[in-house]
């Protein structure tokens, strides 16, 4: 079957626009995770749905980071006013519910801020 | 705090020879730990896992990796290299939360193999 997609692979943006990251999850996962990877780093949690609820947001950098899930399937993750620091690698992963679930990993965005 | 630790930052073996990638961990409770692979732009492609049971565990493509508690310790091995192994590793631990894997990578050991 169709693993997790990401949308679009690249991105260019200059200093304060916004930018949407889109993640397709494999069909039937119920989590959904977001991880934010900087070069020459391993990726670090940003934030954790199960279904459409967002159950945590701890690793969001700032208020300028948002993410939403409304249908329990595709996520949007919006970074407002980008800023240089923001270029990284945006990671989305999927998985069962529960712990001890291998999470499924994208291709992931390279987001590249001017 | 959860944290993981992979100490080299680059691997170099020959074809044909045997390699290891280290990691340690450091964890309250029972370790969830795991292998990824990430080939250049490319995502992250699970290798294994070690949740309970058997401290030896095997995985994709030929890996294992031998779970240690006692050195805290998950190291990934490969009896035999190939060229096309080349790539990143990052060993990551599952961090305690609410029943889900929310997941704490080490910074990665790029493994090159040469021909």
């Known amino acids: 079957g169709a693993g997790v997609s990401q949308s679009p692979r690249y991105k260019v943006a200059k200093r304060g626009q916004d930018v949407a990251l889109r993640c397709d999850p494999i069909s039937g996962h119920v989590s959904l995770f977001w991880y934010q990877q900087a070069l020459g780093q391993g990726p670090e949690f940003l934030t954790y749905f199960q279904n459409e609820a967002q159950l945590d947001k701890s690793g969001l950098p700032s208020d300028r980071f948002f993410a939403e899930r409304p249908e329990g399937s595709v996520s949007t993750l919006k970074i407002q006013r980008t800023q240089q620091e923001d270029s990284a690698v945006y990671l989305c992963?999927?998985?069962?519910?529960?712990?001890?679930?291998?999470?499924?990993f994208g291709p992931g965005t390279r987001l590249l801020v001017l | 705090a959860q944290s993981v630790a992979q100490p080299e930052d680059q691997v170099n073996v020959a074809e044909g020879n045997p390699l290891t990638v280290k990691c340690t961990y450091s964890v309250s409770g029972n370790p969830y730990l795991f292998w990824y692979v990430q080939y250049p732009n490319r995502g992250l492609q699970f290798l294994l896992k070690?949740?309970?049971?058997?401290?030896l565990v095997k995985g994709s493509y030929g890996f294992e990796a031998e779970f240690n508690k006692s050195q805290t310790s998950f190291h990934l091995k490969k009896p035999s290299a190939l060229v096309s192994d080349s790539a990143l590793y990052f060993c990551?631990?599952?961090?305690?939360?609410?029943?889900?894997?929310?997941?704490?990578f080490g910074a990665g050991t790029r493994l090159a193999v040469h021909p």
């Open positions: 990551a631990v599952r961090a305690l939360a609410g029943g889900y894997n929310k997941l704490i």
């Open positions: 992963a999927s998985s069962r519910r529960g712990a001890g679930q291998t999470q499924y």
């Open positions: 070690y949740i309970t049971g058997d401290n």
